[in-house]
């Protein structure tokens, strides 16, 4: 089967391409700041971190990585100490016979896994004991592509923020599956039939 | 209690309104309430006769009809809004009788609440009035989506209206605090022995406060890594936070 790919995908200014950004230890380039924005998962692996803390100066709160792995043999003292202390996952990888930035894939790959970065869910509504509202509250943080089916109003690729939307008082539309597709947690509420 | 009920919801806005504080103490004027939810004990008498203006949002209408049955007359809202999906015939027909505004609001993109702010502000510009704080009953209980849709009001509430939106029921209260430093008197003697710093809508980087039994320093706060409950008081009668996203804070009312 043929795969089809658009290598510079990433760098267009718009688009909802869902990827994860990895910085390794050499100069960042100007471009960084847009594919930090689009991201899905940012990680530094090792020395990466030292790149992004200087480059980031001013502003670093808002470039805080997912996060960094390493035998750390090349992130300066205070820069680890920034990150930790800001709550970065600091991840230690002493593995030799790899680079930090494979064992920076593996971890990343467990995290994808872990978190379902790939987002995709499927509940079952139709127990007889489900109440007739139900909620999707973006708690925590802002999550920047979302799509449903299912439900009485549908989400595509929409946004879900505290002060942008949330959406509550939902109802379904009777097939009995709602499907909820997240790039970042997202809170699933539901009225049960008391 | 020995003081009369006004005197002591004074001190209530005097204490969540601490960006305003000097203006609540030296000016005569009062805080704007807003029903919506449950019935609190007590406090609702002590709300509407303090208040420059009181408003129902939809349903709202029928908790304070409910409650104030035997002496409804002293408990008119100068209007109720919403799509009155909530509202009950009989209810709705009652406040129209006696003179109070039905505003329809219907559209079904934003909450009643949010809508009853929209509102307000327009009454408050038209009539000129000079408020320092919207107080709101009820939105915390029960359903989860619609409590979790009265928080996300108070996100939005920064663009419709420009004073403090509080929100209080039963014992807890909450209020969002901007971006920047805040300055929170809570030596009223009402306060309750829990309080709380929540990033609801998105982390906050650098989270710095006074104050509290356990204080934080430049921390991150997030769900998933830390949030800040079950917190409470070093006895100064003085919470500072200092913040850089929008942080809802929290606390318990002696009810």
Not at chain 1, 27 to 49: E, I, N, T, V
Not at chain 1, 77 to 96: A, M, N, W
Not at chain 2, 76 to 95: A, Q, T, W
Not at chain 2, 171 to 193: F, R
Request: proline share 5%; with cysteine; hydrophobic share 35%.
């Amino acid at each position: 089967m043929e795969r089809e790919f658009t290598p510079l995908e990433p760098l267009l200014p718009a688009g909802n391409l869902k990827y994860c950004l990895v910085i390794l230890n050499q100069p960042l380039d100007k471009c960084y700041r847009h594919l930090w924005k689009k991201a899905l998962f940012r990680a530094c692996a090792d020395g990466g971190a030292n790149r992004l803390y200087d480059i980031t100066e001013g502003h670093r709160e808002s470039f805080l990585p997912e996060f960094i792995n390493g035998d750390f043999d090349s992130i300066r003292p205070e820069v680890r100490e920034y990150y930790t202390l800001k709550g970065c996952e600091l991840i230690s990888t002493p593995d030799q016979d790899h680079t930090d930035f494979t064992k920076c894939l593996q971890v990343l790959q467990k995290k994808i896994e872990e978190k379902g970065l790939q987002g995709k869910h499927k509940l079952h509504v139709d127990t007889g004991l489900e109440g007739n509202w139900c909620g999707l509250v973006p708690v925590g943080q802002p999550c920047n592509q979302v799509t449903t089916t299912g439900l009485k109003w549908n989400l595509t690729n929409s946004v879900l923020g505290f002060g942008t939307l949330v959406s509550t008082s939902n109802t379904y539309d009777g097939s009995g599956i709602v499907t909820v597709e997240t790039d970042h947690p997202l809170l699933w509420t539901m009225a049960i039939k008391i | 209690m020995k003081e009369d009920f006004c005197s002591y919801f004074r001190k209530w806005t005097i204490s969540f309104s601490l960006l305003y504080l000097l203006l609540v103490i030296l000016s005569v004027h009062r805080p704007l309430a807003s029903h919506k939810g449950q019935p609190r004990r007590g406090s609702h008498t002590t709300a509407h006769c303090c208040a420059l203006f009181r408003a129902c949002a939809d349903g709202g209408a029928n908790r304070l009809y409910d409650i104030t049955e035997g002496h409804r007359e002293s408990f008119l809202p100068e209007f109720i809004n919403g799509d009155f999906d909530s509202i009950r015939p009989e209810v709705r027909e009652y406040y129209t009788l006696k003179g109070c505004e039905l505003i329809s609001t219907p559209d079904q993109d934003h909450t009643d609440f949010t809508k009853c702010l929209q509102v307000l502000q327009k009454k408050i510009e038209e009539k000129g009035l000079q408020v320092d704080v919207i107080v709101t009953l009820g939105g915390l209980t029960g359903r989860f989506d619609q409590i979790m849709a009265s928080v996300n009001t108070l996100y939005q509430a920064i663009h419709i209206v420009p004073m403090p939106t509080i929100i209080i029921q039963e014992e807890s209260l909450i209020y969002l605090l901007q971006p920047g430093k805040h300055k929170l008197h809570v030596d009223t003697g009402l306060e309750g022995n829990w309080c709380g710093l929540v990033p609801v809508g998105q982390p906050c980087n650098q989270v710095t406060t006074t104050g509290l039994k356990w204080n934080l320093t430049n921390s991150v706060l997030g769900f998933g890594t830390l949030v800040s409950t079950s917190n409470t008081y070093d006895g100064s009668g003085i919470v500072t936070v200092e913040t850089d996203h929008p942080l809802l804070w929290t606390m318990a009312i002696k009810i």
